[in-house]
């Protein structure tokens, strides 16, 4: 009995110290409860009491839509080439003594750019001058030989006229003695007196005619080395024609107007004929050609147009300060790289102030035609959206308006369109992610309408 009694008293002892926790936990939450529904009430009431506000404006930078005259151009990659390229070289082989111009200058043709010792050359010119002297010499010695014995000739061929005169003269006198014998007038030994005159007569006209052909035979033995006296003067001449030349090669000049490079001899070096590393490069650089490919599909447009008027190509990629400049279209290769699919071109520029520099690269550009009184806006002002490329145009309410266009044609950052759009719209070119339709913008200071072609 005593231990259940205590059991009952320490059991309501427990509970009764529970009671006073379980209702402080009620009255704190009974306490945040009210204070959550005291702020939502304020909450609710601040928000009836307080307008809506203004939706905040997108700032956005906006162009002016204009109307000009736009180019259609093709662009490539081009690479300047001088007109022509000489690499100056030797003809003589000899001591180089003397340059007469500095790395980089502007030479002229005919400038006299080296000296090559003359002093062999000018030997050998004497040498031959005396060859050709004693060539002189013995054709004039020929020809006085051929000349005294065609006078010997002549004299021969009158001693035998002579002779034969008297021959017939004797052949007459003897015919008629042979009569006289036979009448018995004269004595035989008188007749055959004639009859020895005469065979005397017959032997000298017999010499007489032998002489005359051994004197002919002279004269065409003089005639044969007359003609090799000539033939020998003739190279004589020649070698020394070539020992002038030689001679003249001694002084190397410019064989066109141009730019001359770096020096790759020096004074002292020898330099040899058909060596074939050269003295120096010149370039000519006023005119210069452009060299650049364009895709093969372009070819026939490029073609027909240039048959209707000559075809310009401009430079990009050159200092501001240099302004601009332009060439013309002079060349179209007579095929097609099969490999690359392109076709070659070249322009010709007049580079009076040598701006384009052999060997470098630029942009070429190839006006082929142009779109006149076009719509031309930033490229960045045109977006494409679900509904195609459009536009957003800020009217006088200073909201932004989408507006539906098509783009004809693009050239740099500039773009020619049309649609629902005139001359002067302002069109945003920059803060394009923060507009919806009519959403109300700020503009910020305008923009140039891109670069115009």
């Not at 005291?38 to 928000?47: E, I, K, Q």
């Not at 080395?225 to 003739?234: G, H, R, V």
């Not at 384009?356 to 006006?367: C, D, I, K, Q, S």
């Not at 369109?417 to 069109?427: M, S």
């Amino acid at each position: 009995m005593l231990t259940r009694d205590t059991q009952t008293s320490e059991t309501s002892s427990s509970v009764a110290h529970g009671q006073p926790n379980n209702r402080v936990v009620s009255v704190i939450i009974v306490l945040i409860l009210l204070g959550a529904l005291a702020a939502f009430a304020l909450f609710s009431g601040d928000r009836e009491k307080k307008p809506l506000e203004a939706k905040k404006a997108a700032v956005v930078r906006v162009a002016r839509v204009e109307r000009m005259n736009v180019p259609k151009e093709l662009k490539a990659v081009g690479h300047v080439e001088p007109l022509s390229t000489v690499a100056v070289r030797s003809r003589v082989d000899g001591e180089l003594v003397d340059v007469l111009f500095a790395e980089g200058d502007r030479v002229t043709t005919g400038q006299r750019l080296f000296t090559i010792d003359p002093r062999p050359f000018d030997e050998a010119i004497r040498q031959s001058s005396a060859k050709v002297a004693q060539a002189k010499a013995d054709v004039s010695k020929c020809r006085s030989l051929i000349a005294k014995d065609r006078s010997e000739l002549v004299r021969l061929t009158a001693n035998r006229e002579k002779d034969m005169a008297e021959e017939a003269n004797a052949r007459r006198d003897h015919a008629r003695y042979q009569e006289l014998v036979k009448e018995g007038a004269v004595s035989v030994e008188q007749e055959n007196r004639y009859g020895t005159n005469v065979a005397s007569l017959s032997a000298t006209v017999k010499a007489d005619s032998a002489a005359m052909e051994n004197g002919k035979s002279v004269i065409q033995s003089d005639q044969a080395q007359l003609e090799a006296a000539q033939a020998a003067l003739k190279a004589a001449e020649s070698d020394l024609l070539n020992a002038r030349l030689q001679r003249s090669y001694c002084s190397i000049t410019a064989p066109m107007d141009g730019k001359t490079g770096a020096l790759l001899v020096h004074r002292g070096q020898m330099v040899k004929a058909g060596d074939t590393s050269s003295l120096v490069v010149i370039n000519k650089v006023k005119p210069v050609y452009v060299n650049f490919s364009v895709p093969e599909h372009e070819l026939p447009r490029i073609q027909e147009l240039q048959k209707l008027h000559p075809l310009t190509v401009g430079v990009e990629g050159l200092a501001e300060s240099l302004g601009k400049i332009t060439g013309q279209l002079t060349f179209i290769d007579n095929s097609v790289q099969r490999n690359t699919g392109t076709i070659l071109l070249k322009a010709t520029f007049a580079n009076e102030n040598e701006i384009l520099w052999p060997g470098t690269y630029v942009t070429a550009v190839l006006n082929l035609d142009t779109i006149y009184n076009a719509l031309v806006v930033p490229a960045q002002a045109v977006q494409v959206g679900q509904l195609g490329q459009y536009v957003y145009v800020v009217g006088a309410d200073n909201k932004a308006k989408l507006v539906i266009v098509k783009t004809k044609y693009r050239a740099l950052d500039t773009a020619v369109i049309e649609g629902d759009i005139k001359p002067g719209d302002q069109v945003v070119v920059d803060g394009h992610m923060q507009l919806l339709p009519d959403a109300p913008v700020e503009i910020q200071p305008a923009v140039n309408t891109g670069s115009k072609p």
